[in-house]
DNA sequence: CCAACGATGGGT
DNA sequence: CCCATCGTTGGA
């Protein structure tokens, strides 16, 4: 886990940053930290691994060709709101809307390394953490990865659910602060789970830090 | 009203 | 590969 370095500012990302092109964003919230506030306190990790969603172009979105349901309302609102959705009945996926009001682009948070909040993360996502999980040195455990290493596992760790679709990130309640700049190990692939997509499955639109040992579980491969 | 479906995750 | 499980969606 990395922690905190107290001697390093952490801004909160604002309005001209998630107005910016839906890649760009994609790849600077590499590093970048997701914050939940609950009564309880601070849950948080840094992101490492995105996938951008380019709206009516793209086959993949749910925006595709402009479509526009009630759930997707905050899709077409300016860039820095949360679009949350269900899927499957018991999982969420938190997405980061971007650009201008009306182009319905966003970018999927598919991947976060925890920082804060590790015993709140383990109760909801019924993982028992033992002293030996939270030794970080050498190897860091199966069942700690296995915390938000997926779209919807994040989105459990971190209570996020449809309640909080539409939210604007520019707020208190859930937010994302400039992390670490790690860039230099940055690798684009294509998306996952969208064989629907036809051509657009191959686009390299998603975003990860090689060798994050958090990665989401169909790519360890890309640890490497 | 109602049936089909899914930007996942977990198990085989 | 298979499939659980339920809110949203869109077509009767």
Redesign the pocket.
Known sequence: MKMMKSSKQYVRLEKSFYEQNTITVAQRLLGCILIHKVPEGLISGMIVET?A?M?VD?K????YQG?H????DP?YKRGGYA?I???????Y?L?VVTEKENQ?R???I?ALEPIQGLELMARR?NIKLTADDMKTADKISKKLK?MT????????ALGID?SL?GVDLLGNELYIITGEDLNDRMMATP????S?AEEYQYEPWRFIIKGNSFL???YKIESK
């Open positions: 996938e969603y709206g793209d993949a979105a749910h925006s479509k349901t009630p759930r997707m899709l679009y959705y269900q899927l499957h009945g018991y999982n996926c997405n319905p966003a970018v999927l598919r996502r296995n290493n997926g779209p919807s596992k994040l989105c459990q449809t679709n998306r996952i789970n969208i629907y989401s579980r169909l």
